[in-house]
Nanobody, 120 residues
Framework: QVQLVESGGGLVQPGGSLRLSCTAS??????????MTWYRQTPGKERELVAGIRTIGGSINYADNVKGRFTISRDNAKNTIYLQMNSLKPEDTAVYYC???????????WGQGTQVTVST
């Protein structure tokens, strides 16, 4: 079955950077077409899509409020996606989740989440 493990969260000052990682098992990036997505959620708010990338092909998308600051990428050899977050703001504080959905399915698998806190 699909398993996703996120890492890289932590406490950072405003203007700082963090890189999140999500390593997947149970499928292979280089041969299977999945949509890989970073979401984030804060208490009392709905889960928000941050950025997405396909495991095959070059399709990438970002939420408007992170464009120009965040970069999503993948390493097929490591079955891992990354989220490079620069110029972080306090409003970026959230639990960040990685999700995977096979191209021909509506089922999304989730990681356990990693906390990102942007604060002085």
């Amino acid at each position: 079955q699909v398993q996703l493990v996120e890492s890289g969260g932590g406490l950072v000052q405003p203007g700082g950077s963090l890189r999140l990682s999500c390593t997947a098992s149970g499928f292979t990036f280089s041969t299977e077409n999945y949509f890989m997505t970073w979401y984030r959620q804060t208490p009392g708010k709905e889960r928000e899509l941050v950025a997405g990338i396909r495991t095959i092909g070059g399709s990438i998308n970002y939420a408007d409020n992170v464009k120009g600051r965040f970069t999503i990428s993948r390493d097929n050899a490591k079955n891992t996606i990354y989220l490079q977050m620069n110029s972080l703001k306090p409003e970026d504080t959230a639990v960040y989740y990685c999700a995977a959905r096979w191209r021909f399915s509506s089922k999304e698998d989730w990681g356990q989440g990693t906390q990102v806190t942007v604060s002085t």
